[in-house]
C-alpha cells in the first residue's frame, strides 16, 4: 500500500484541508499520514474559531521521523500560513524526498480574485518559489495569476490565455502544472493541465454550478493525489478529482439542510471509491 504524507492545517469542524484530505486518500485505498501545521476549532468562514500555531513542531517530527527510518511514497502540501512554515517543509522534502514517487503543492493564497487576508504579494512571490521544490501544483486562477503577477480574469478565457499561464507555471519549476476554475465558455468549468516532460495538455470540463463552496480545492487535490499515488495517469487523476468535486458540490446544492460546513464529499464517496477496485 503506498502511504502520503498530507501537511497542512487541521479543523475541529468544517470540512476542508486534513478533514478532507485524509478520508479521500484514505478511501482511494493509500495510507494517509498527517503533518498538522494548525488546529483551529472550525475553518475560519466560522466567525468565531481558534487557532493553534504547530510551527515548532514541524522540526522535531521531521528529525524523529528521520530516526525511525520512516519513508513516504508521495507528499503533499496544503494550505502552509507563514514563511517559516514554508521553509521548514522545503527542509522535509529534502530529506524525504529520494524515496517519494511526487511532491504535490496545492499553493492556497486565495479566491475570486483576492489574496486571502493574511497573504500579500510578498507571500505569493514566497509560494512561486516553494512551487519550485514540486513536481505537481495545482493552483485556481486567482493564486496562478499571484504568482506570475499576471492580471486576474474570471472567466472568458482563450486555450492560447491558459496553455501560456500553464507553460509560465511549469516554468517555475514543477513538471506538471493544473489550473482550476477554467472557463471558455459561460456554464461550463473545468481543469486544465500541462505536461511539462512530454508537451501535451490536457482539460476536462462539466457544467458550471452557481455557488462558491468552501473546502473544494481541498477536495480536488487530495483526490488527484490519491489517483496519482495509485498509478493513474496525468489525465485520468485530474479527471477523478474533477468528477468528485462536481459530485459532491451537487450532493451538497441537494441537501436542504447544508449548512456552511463544507461540501458534504462523503455522498460522494462510493463512487469515488469504485474507480480503485
Known sequence: MKRILTIQDVSDVGKCS??????????AQVEACVLPTAVLSTHTMFKHFTFADLTDEIEPTIDAWRAEGITFDAIYTGYLGSYRQMELIEKLIAVFRANAEFVFVDPVLGDAGKLYARFDQAFADRMALFCAKADVIAPNMTEAAAMLHIPYVESGHTEDYVQDVLRRLSALG????????????????????YDSRTDEFFSYFHDKIPGR???TGDL???????????????????QIAADLTVDSIKATVANPNARNYGVDFETA???FMRKFE
Request: proline share 7%; no cysteine.
Open 269 to 271: 464517496l462510493p463512487a
Open 213 to 215: 463552496f468552501h473546502g
Open 18 to 27: 486534513l478533514t478532507v484530505a485524509l478520508p479521500v486518500i484514505s478511501a
Open 174 to 193: 514543477p513538471k506538471v502544472a493544473a489550473l482550476t476554475g477554467v472557463e471558455y465558455e459561460p456554464g461550463r468549468y473545468g481543469v486544465v493541465a
Open 220 to 238: 480536488f487535490s487530495s483526490a488527484a493525489v490519491a489517483a496519482l499515488a495509485r498509478g493513474r495517469s496525468i489525465a485520468e487523476s485530474f
